[in-house]
């Protein structure tokens, strides 16, 4: 029921900056986390940030701390990942995922809904 649309994604050179965006709808809940994971070839998916709607509360992954923002827009139901001083490490594809619980995890099984990803890549 609840659908994540992606958008954003692209190529950026290493020390750029890129936006992405996931708009939220078919829902009704007040209490869920919306978070972004990114899965580079030969890995596993990987946990980069989170944010709770109701409190705002932001969490990342260490490799991305001070370099990207997640944030979101309530009235939109729209979460926003800004990434910059990009690296090449940074190549992956990004998903969007809904998690019907305010209490935040960092593993991809905590969370109940994905988008279809949107692919970001950082060129040298």
């Known amino acids: 029921q609840v659908q994540l649309v992606e958008s954003g994604g692209g190529l950026v050179q290493a020390g750029g900056s890129l936006r992405l965006s996931c708009a939220a709808s078919?829902?009704?809940?007040?209490?869920?986390?919306m978070g972004w994971f990114r899965q580079a070839p030969g890995k596993e998916r990987e946990f980069v940030a989170a944010?709770?709607?109701?409190?705002?509360?932001?969490y990342y992954a260490d490799s991305v701390k001070g370099r990207f923002t997640i944030s979101r827009d309530n009235a939109k139901n729209t979460v926003y990942l800004q990434m910059n001083s990009l690296k090449l490490e940074d190549t992956a594809v990004y998903y969007c995922?809904?998690?019907?619980?305010?209490?935040?995890?960092?593993?991809?099984?905590?969370?109940?809904?994905w988008g279809q990803g949107t692919q970001v890549t950082v060129s040298s």
């Open positions: 995922a809904f998690r019907r619980s305010a209490v935040v995890y960092r593993t991809p099984n905590a969370y109940d809904y």
């Open positions: 078919g829902f009704s809940f007040s209490s869920y986390t």
């Open positions: 944010i709770t709607w109701s409190g705002g509360s932001t």
